[in-house]
């Protein structure tokens, strides 16, 4: 996250605070992308508990969403997967309405969204997602790190080729010389 070069005590708490904040939120998500359905449904407690603390928390928002897409994935019977998928999309729907500016609300979209096959028609909103983060990795003082920037990418330029979308091989290109010998940048070759 980006600092000011003179930050007060106060501003390095509360980045602090709100960089473990989004630690723990990622941490939760971590354990959904698992694949355990048990576990999923015990993440997904704790986000709800999260947004009833902090009912304005987009990012815990759009967390919630992919978990409950993560759900759809993982659940066995139809009508499971179906509501589980129409939760998913309104909470992160609701999370950009909340927070349109904010790129993790924005990247947890684009990700989720990708990843759920086309027929349920999110890929036009994730290509949009990726898009508008696109331009976000390329400012100078963007407050995304590295591997957010480069899991962007990475995502980004496999949707961008699905698309025949102009931005494919920038983004894949963009996404290696990040860092090459990491997960994403291997991929990028």
């Known amino acids: 996250m980006f600092l000011p070069a003179f930050s007060t005590g106060a501003e390095n708490a509360t980045s602090m605070k709100s960089q473990s904040e989004y630690d ?35 990012l815990a928002r759009a967390y919630l969403g992919s978990s409950y897409a993560l759900k759809a994935k993982h659940s066995f019977f139809p009508p499971t997967k179906l509501s589980s998928l129409q939760k998913a999309k309104s909470l992160m729907e609701s999370a950009v309405a909340g927070s349109p500016n904010n790129p993790r609300v924005r990247m947890v979209r684009a990700i989720a969204y990708y990843k759920v096959p086309k027929i349920f028609g999110t890929r036009p909103t994730s290509i949009a997602d990726f898009e508008v983060l696109l331009t976000e990795i390329k400012k100078p003082q963007s407050s995304l790190k590295p591997n957010e920037k480069q899991a962007i990418l990475y995502y980004a ?24 010998n990491s997960e994403y940048g291997k991929r990028t070759k």
């Open 24 to 58: 723990k939120l990622r941490q939760w998500h971590d354990i959904c992308r698992q694949g355990d359905s048990d576990k999923i449904a015990e993440q997904i407690t704790k986000f709800e508990a999260e947004l009833a603390r902090k009912p304005g928390n987009n």
């Open 157 to 180: 330029s496999l949707a961008f080729a699905e698309e025949n979308h102009r931005s494919a091989n920038e983004a894949k290109v963009l996404c290696h010389k990040i860092n090459p």
